[in-house]
């Protein structure tokens, strides 16, 4: 069965600072997805990055990037110049016939 | 393009009534998946119709069943309800198969409470 662990329930960070969300997961299979959503307190899922297995290429979005490393099953994200409005939950997810999600990491930017 | 879209946004019930809910998706995709986001259990997958066939299902009991229509609109049905149906119930939908499109765009959700 594959398994998505999110290790830090709670985060922080200053405005314009870096944080870096880690993900693991757990598969045996070799051709996936793998995605970061970001839930506001509106509770609207938005995606914040994709990236797929076959791709060895780390993915990029504006300020937000991936670590991707395939051996160790690691995908984490890394935000720069934090802003106010990330202040979120995020989640990892991964996908091969369906979504299996992280239980989230809560980010707090301050100000 | 319009965004997913999930009626009733906020539902209330008592145990042992059933409840549906209703998910439009994107014009255009097929693909329809159910999710169930609690504080204990997090985000878990429900089930997943394509096609007006459910093509995945995750580990929930008999009571959570979903259809799809020929115009790729979903239900999802909770009978028999419980306290801890209690959830918000989010809609999404993709459209597999096309190169590079592949992450799902999820609705606002519904949010259910059962007294």
Request: hydrophobic share 30%; aromatic share 12%.
């Amino acid at each position: 069965a594959q398994t998505v662990t999110q290790s830090q329930p709670e985060m922080s960070v200053q405005e314009a600072e870096t944080v870096t969300l880690s993900c693991t997961y757990d598969t045996s299979e070799n051709n996936y997805y793998l995605f970061w959503y970001k839930q506001p307190p509106s509770r609207q899922m938005i995606l914040v990055i994709r990236q797929e297995a076959y791709k060895q290429q780390n993915a990029t979005e504006n300020r937000f990037s991936v670590n991707f490393q395939k051996a160790a099953k690691s995908f984490s994200l890394k935000i720069s110049d934090s802003q106010l409005g990330d202040t979120a939950m995020y989640f990892c997810a991964f996908m091969i016939d369906d979504m299996r999600f992280g239980a989230g990491t809560r980010l707090t930017v301050k100000p | 393009k319009a965004g997913v879209t999930q009626t009733p946004r906020y539902l209330i019930k008592t145990r042992g009534q059933q409840v549906t809910l209703s998910c439009s998706p994107i014009s255009g995709h097929r693909s329809v998946s159910w999710y169930q986001q609690t504080p204990g259990q997090g985000l878990q997958f429900l089930f997943e119709y394509f096609s007006e066939t459910q093509r995945n299902k995750g580990n929930f009991p008999g009571r959570f069943s979903g259809r799809q229509f020929s115009n790729s609109r979903s239900e999802m049905n909770v009978s028999t309800l419980e306290l801890g149906d209690s959830a918000l119930y989010l809609c999404a939908s993709r459209s597999p198969g096309l190169a590079g499109v592949n992450e799902q765009f999820f609705g606002p959700g519904t949010r259910l409470t059962v007294l």
